[in-house]
């Protein structure tokens, strides 16, 4: 069973900067889509960015020209780059992973345990 493990969410001012990642561990799988959702009390989990295995990367509209997405395969690390952070971006923000196993080539899914992000002066 894959593991992940998130950090680097916290309270920040409008403008400010922050960086989540998101590291998988355990046992012998590969990748095939890193993920970044996040979800406001009381409304519907939504997607804000995704890196695939060939490196194809994606940003939510509203996280275009101030976030980026990225992948260091070698610690199966990914991150979210998060710049010019607004109110409205304050959210527990969570990574999720697509993968399968080198026994068993079924999809899997496996999510990250959320961190915290607020935006406020």
């Known amino acids: 069973q894959v593991h992940l493990e998130e950090s680097g969410g916290g309270l920040v001012q409008p403008g400010e900067s922050l960086r989540l990642s998101c590291t998988a561990s355990?046992?012998?799988?590969?990748?095939?889509?890193m993920e970044w959702h996040r979800q406001v009390p009381g409304k519907k989990r939504e997607s804000v960015a995704f890196?695939?295995?060939?490196?194809?990367?994606n940003l939510q509209p509203s996280a275009k020209g101030r976030w980026t997405v990225s992948v260091d395969n070698a610690k199966n690390t990914w991150y979210l780059q998060m710049n010019n952070l607004q109110p409205e971006d304050t959210a527990i923000y969570y990574c999720?992973?697509?993968?399968?196993?080198?026994?068993?080539?079924?999809?899997?899914?496996?999510w990250g345990q959320g961190t915290q992000v607020t935006v406020s002066s």
């Open positions: 355990g046992g012998d799988f590969t990748i095939n889509l």
């Open positions: 890196i695939t295995r060939g490196n194809t990367r």
């Open positions: 999720a992973l697509d993968y399968h196993t080198a026994a068993d080539s079924r999809p899997r899914h496996a």
